[in-house]
C-alpha cells in the first residue's frame, strides 16, 4: 500500500525550514528519501533503517519512528536548489523480497 | 562512471504497436528496478531482478508487459500492444546488492507516448 505524505506542495522563502511526511499503514523496515527535479531521474537523498534513527546530509536531515510508522524530512535554512519533489519509499519486509513502494510526493518550492 | 543508461530517451508510437525500452545498469550492479510515473499515480515498481532473475513482478499492470534481463548489463521492458493509457516515464534504477535498503541510482528515464 502507498505511503502517505504531506503536504503535497509547500513554498518557501529562501532560508526558511521545512518538514516532508510520510506515514504507512504497514510496519515498515526502511524508509528512503528521494529528490526530484523537474523533468529529472529521482536523485537519493537518504536511507533510514528500522531501529528509529535519525539521519542527516547537510541541512537536510530525517527521522523514523517505526512505532508511528512515520518518517519526517527536515529541511533547515532552505536553498533555491531544494526546489523539486521529494519521495519517500518504503520497504516493508527488510527480507529484500520485495522493492520499495513510493508515496505521491510533496512539491516542494523555494522562492528568493 | 556512465550512471544508468537508457534508451530511447523519448518514444513516441501509436496505439497498438510494439514497444521495447532498454537499461544498462551501473557495471557491477546486481539489481535491477523498472519504474513507471505518472501524474495520477505517483512512482511505481514494476519489476526488479536480482542477479538477472525476476524477483517481484507483482507490478506488472497485465500480460501486455514483459521484461527480460538476458545478462548483468541489460534489460528491456517490453510493451505488446501498447495502449494510451501506457504512457509515461519509465525509469530504470540499479543497486549494488540484492538488499533493497541499498541506495538505487536511477536512470534519465524513458519518456513514453502512445498516440
Known amino acids: 500500500q502507498q505511503p502517505v505524505q504531506s503536504p503535497q506542495a509547500v513554498i518557501l522563502r529562501e532560508g526558511e525550514d521545512a518538514v516532508i511526511n510520510c506515514s504507512s499503514s504497514k510496519a515498515l523496515y526502511s524508509v528512503h528519501w528521494y529528490r526530484q527535479k523537474h523533468g529529472e531521474a529521482p536523485v537519493f537523498l537518504m536511507i533510514?533503517?528500522?531501529?528509529?534513527e535519525q539521519k542527516g546530509h547537510e541541512k537536510i536531515s530525517a527521522s523514523f519512528n517505526e512505532k508511528k510508522q512515520q518518517s519526517s524530512l527536515y529541511l533547515t535554512a532552505s536553498q533555491l536548489s531544494y526546489s523539486g519533489t521529494y519521495f519517500c519509499g518504503t520497504e516493508v519486509s527488510g527480507g529484500g523480497a520485495d522493492g520499495l513502494t513510493f508515496g505521491k510526493g510533496t512539491h516542494l518550492i523555494i522562492q528568493p | 562512471d556512465a550512471g544508468v543508461i537508457q534508451s530511447p530517451r523519448h518514444e513516441v508510437t501509436e496505439m497498438g504497436q510494439e514497444v521495447t525500452l532498454r537499461c544498462k545498469p551501473i557495471s557491477g550492479h546486481n539489481s535491477l528496478f523498472w519504474y513507471r510515473q505518472t501524474m495520477m499515480r505517483g512512482l511505481e515498481l514494476l519489476i526488479y531482478?536480482?542477479?538477472?532473475?525476476?524477483?517481484?513482478d507483482s507490478g506488472m499492470p497485465e500480460d501486455r508487459f514483459s521484461a527480460k534481463m538476458p545478462n548483468a548489463s541489460f534489460s528491456t521492458l517490453k510493451i505488446q500492444p501498447s495502449e494510451p493509457r501506457d504512457s509515461a516515464v519509465y525509469f530504470c534504477a540499479s543497486s549494488s546488492t540484492g538488499r533493497v535498503t541499498d541506495t538505487q541510482y536511477f536512470g534519465p528515464g524513458t519518456r513514453l507516448t502512445v498516440l
Open positions: 531482478f536480482n542477479n538477472n532473475v525476476p524477483i517481484d
Open positions: 533510514l533503517l528500522k531501529g528509529g
